[in-house]
């Protein structure tokens, strides 16, 4: 089982987690990555958001962007598991990835050679 750590440092289990605990955390992962694509866009000056106080240059966006999947899926398919309403999430995440479907396989490159 996946832990989450609060804002106070605790370490507790994602499954044990208040449901409104759950969903801000998902919302505030949903604004770190807007916040990584805007700085990617900016193409390497820094960006400054002064909401959280975070800094994000090029490096440190891609970097949070590497490992979104991995731990955002880990607290939406908890969300999904316990049948919370995922419409403004899955309306925020479309957005910010800008699709809804499929990527068509003309537009991929496809690996080869890489293990799942």
Partial sequence: MKTHITKDGNRMYISQMEDIH????????LNNLDKA???LLVKGNLFLDNINGMIYSEESAE??????I???SEYILEV????????????RYIELIERSIAVPNDN??????VEE
């Fill in 80 to 91: 999904v598991i316990r049948g919370l309403d995922i419409s403004d999430i899955r309306s």
């Fill in 108 to 113: 991929i490159v496809l690996l080869s050679g």
């Fill in 37 to 39: 694509k805007k700085a």
């Fill in 63 to 68: 970097a949070y962007i590497e490992t979104f």
């Fill in 22 to 29: 759950l969903l801000n955390t998902v919302n505030l992962k």
């Fill in 70 to 72: 991995e731990s955002f």
